[in-house]
């Protein structure tokens, strides 16, 4: 019996076409509707990174849009503040018993540390007025603005946070940042990179474009430069002659300017960066290997003090 | 109807990646916002997809003082490719958000990194190979119940733009 090649290849060689629901668009306008639409957000995006990497034309829009979102960002906080306490509750909860007993042993050890350096502070000051010394700029020479951690880090590779502070305030680029300490001031947190009117963003001191001129307090003739090691929570402090003695446990500060150079250090002297967690020496390299652990803990930075300096204001 | 309702979704999304959840470290490597795009692109198709992608990447870069566009771009693209898929093969099958959601994490991580190096800015793979992996854990881990969110406010089978001509063989 011949079979029946017509049938065949009516069906393979035709396309069946399925009833459109009515108002949907032809397949082919659609296609075209669907590129037309993606082309033209590719293309306007790629628009909005030129301009806006290339000049500051956006800076008004990004600014104003910056603030309006500013009331809905504090209400999710507000909201999940309550669940916020609780996980922070639970987990403090685990570790109490031994971050208890730690601390206790931390406490003695600080006020033992603190008496020490209160006599020390005393016997500077009244030196440096003896011999009338005229240092770098130290913190008091800064007025401090308080602010709020608006946006956290958004992605592993981003080392910045958004501030709730701008040129309202007095803040302007390359403005130091540290962490708020119960005891006044805590670690150095960055700097600030972008300032709008009521909003800035500051670049932490893990961003591997920090780099941050610093010395040994136990050492100071030991300077360095302190930045970035790429793993994101520890700090490396490089260029350090070989011929200075750092140790573990030693405290890293900042150095501030060191003679009179026609670039000088963005930092005021002696703000604290954190502790040499690692040090060792080897024949292939022309400094020491040196880790620092920071004070601040930048995965948790909530509120800064931006220093403004007293001349500005 | 559905375009208010995925503005709303996203913005939440976004307020909730922005200002609650990146507190915690293991969620910066994650993204519930890239997980709730995806999700409405896949049921809703690649013009949705794309244009939801943009307007959620511009309000992201706008909250973080980013260069604007980077996100937008990143996310058109992904909202777009994974809108198609979800016109084309995914249709119901049950792994197909999985599947979109590991794809994108890693493309966008990379993409993320290339465009970073493009303008100059730092860009170090190490920490974006390092974060990968639990970025992929915590985007399949959100991916259950965004999802199932996510279909039931946008339930299946409005797709205007499914493939609707097909080839019978045999």
Known sequence: MPRNRTVRLAVLGS??????????????????????????LVVLSLVLITISFRSSALDGVESTAATALRPFEVAADRVSAPFRDAVDWFHGLTNARSENSRLKAENAQLRHQLVLDQSAV??????????????????????????????????????????????????????????????????????????????????LLTDSSSHVSAADVTSPSALGIVSSADSGDVLIFDRVSKSKRVERGDTIITSGTIGKGALPSLYPKGIVIGTVSYQSESDANAFQTIQVQPLVDFSSVRSVIVLVPKDKG | MDGAKAALVLFVAALLQLVVLTQYVTFRSGSIVLVTLLSIALLRGSVFGAVAGFFTGLLIDTATLGTLGVTSLLLTVGGFWIGRYGETTARDRFHAPFLSVAVVTVLYAFGNLALRFVLGEPAPARLVVHGLWSGLLVNLILTLPVYALVRRLFPPGEISDRVREVRLLG
Do not use: M
């Open chain 1, 15 to 40: 396309s069946v076409q399925r009833t459109a629901a009515s108002g949907y668009p032809s397949n082919r306008s659609s296609a075209l509707k669907r590129r037309i639409v993606v082309g033209g």
């Open chain 1, 122 to 203: 005393y016997q500077n000051v009244q030196l440096q007025n003896l011999l009338h010394y005229q240092g770098p700029p130290s913190i008091a020479a800064f007025n401090r603005v308080n602010a709020e951690v608006t946006v956290n880090p958004q992605s592993p590779i981003d080392q910045s946070v958004t501030i709730a502070a701008g040129s309202a305030q007095k803040l302007a680029v390359n403005d130091v940042v540290i962490a708020p300490n119960a005891g006044g001031v805590g670690g150095l947190v960055g700097t600030v990179t972008r300032v709008w009117s009521h909003v800035a963003r500051v670049t």
